[in-house]
């Protein structure tokens, strides 16, 4: 998956699943999208449920320490009576990401198709980038420069490609 969403609910600190599915996303670089559910509540030091969002004791107590820095990203809030607002901003989260992958292929694309010598002549751009084992903008900035010679680009789109990688 691409994204997790990950709805805060009064209880979800107390499900080892829900625990290990955010971790398990934390660890392999999954986008974190946190909902916040309408009414839910957290205790104070006092142990009262008055906090509209975990506090940082909470979290430090019940969430690996890999995964708490998850937490720094801002909350979508969920509201039944404004459902139809609640559900644009989630997907515009969502797709904002995929607009930034899809933007760097479309780069990547133009590149690979530039140079006739290419050994993905006739391969689909999306196939070139399942070969190289990219699906992330993550992936993206992890290749080397090994695998980027094996697409045996053009100089010029060469420098292109390794400055949208990052290097």
Not at 50 to 60: C, E, H, K, T
Not at 81 to 104: P, V
Not at 114 to 132: F, H, K, Q, R, W
Request: net charge negative; with cysteine.
């Amino acid at each position: 998956a691409r994204t997790l969403i990950f709805v805060l609910s009064d209880n979800v600190f107390d499900s080892e699943w829900c625990i290990k599915e955010l971790v398990a996303a934390v660890r392999n670089g999954v986008k974190v999208v946190f909902v916040l559910k309408e009414g839910a509540k957290w205790p104070d030091k006092q142990g009262q449920h008055v906090l509209n969002f975990p506090p940082p004791w909470l979290i430090s107590a019940k969430v690996p320490a890999e995964a708490q820095p998850a937490f720094l990203s801002k909350a979508i809030n969920h509201n039944s009576d404004y459902y139809a607002a609640f559900a644009k901003d989630l997907l515009q989260r969502i797709d904002a990401q995929q607009e930034q992958i899809d933007s760097l292929r479309g780069d990547v694309a133009a590149a690979a198709a530039a140079t006739a010598t290419s050994p993905l002549a006739g391969v689909t751009y999306m196939d070139a980038l399942i070969e190289l084992g990219v699906d992330t903008i993550e992936d993206l900035t992890e290749l080397d420069e090994e695998s980027i010679d094996s697409l045996k680009l053009k100089k010029m789109h060469r420098a292109k490609f390794l400055k949208a990688c990052g290097m």
